[in-house]
T-cell receptor, first 111, second 114 residues
Framework: SQTIHQWPATLVQPVGSPLSLECTVE??????LYWYRQAAGRGLQLLFY??????ISSEVPQNLSASRPQDRQFILSSKKLLLSDSGFYLC??????????FGPGTRLTVL | QQQVKQSPQSLIVQKGGISIINCAYE??????FPWYQQFPGKGPALLIA?????SEKKEGRFTISFNKSAKQFSLHIMDSQPGDSATYFC?????????????FGKGTLLTVNP
């Protein structure tokens, strides 16, 4: 069966510090991968998606970037965090179906 | 531009009652309409989904009603329970392409009182 992992689960970072969030999927190959951000009490904002290794599409211009160094690994990064980067970051995957499956999320607080 | 409009923003229902959440879309190219359930601090989980060639789909206490001509679909939770208290998101996917992107509604916070 397929499993999606995200780490860390929680993170507290100072403004101006770098960021690296990781997402990995097990049990499938060549998945589409997605990064979403959810502000407190708000909806899901698609940040990036990838249909293959090294292929990244950005949905919203911002302080973040994404990379896909391996087939089942998706990384969200920032060189300098802003207060507005705080939120709940969710990774999701799909593999040749319409259904997206979400990971457990990373709670990021920027102070 | 919001392509999927969800209402209400919040909903309070008594235990045993029926919860109804509505979504409307504008793009007729959408061909897949899932509903997700999210508990606090967790990732959303697929609850039930429907395609436009079906007018209704039922899974246990959860039913999706779909009105293609009105471009609307709704989630009905029968015999609502306190454990159903969560945020519900509707979504829609455009046909064609290989990115399988979903457009989400803004969510409905459901509270079921005991």
């Amino acid at each position: 069966s397929q499993t999606i992992h995200q780490w860390p689960a929680t993170l507290v970072q100072p403004v101006g510090s770098p960021l690296s969030l990781e997402c990995t999927v097990e049990g499938t190959s060549n998945p589409n991968l997605y990064w979403y951000r959810q502000a407190a009490g708000r909806g899901l904002q698609l940040l990036f998606y990838s249909v293959g290794i090294g292929q990244i599409s950005s949905e919203v211009p911002q302080n973040l970037s994404a990379s896909r160094p391996q087939d089942r690994q998706f990384i969200l990064s920032s060189k300098k965090l802003l207060l507005s980067d705080s939120g709940f970051y969710l990774c999701a995957w799909t593999a040749y179906t319409d259904t997206q499956y979400f990971g457990p999320g990373t709670r990021l607080t920027v102070l | 531009q919001q392509q999927v409009k969800q209402s209400p923003q919040s909903l309070i229902v008594q235990k045993g009652g029926i919860s109804i959440i509505n979504c409307a879309y504008e793009n007729t190219a959408f061909d897949y309409f899932p509903w997700y359930q999210q508990f606090p601090g967790k990732g959303p989980a697929l609850l039930i989904a429907i395609r436009p060639d079906v007018s209704e789909k039922k899974e246990g206490r959860f039913t999706i009603s779909f009105n293609k001509s009105a471009k609307q679909f709704s989630l009905h939770i029968m015999d609502s329970q306190p454990g159903d208290s969560a945020t519900y998101f509707c979504a829609a996917k455009r046909s064609g392409g290989s990115n399988y992107k979903l457009t989400f509604g803004k969510g409905t916070l459901l509270t079921v009182n005991p």
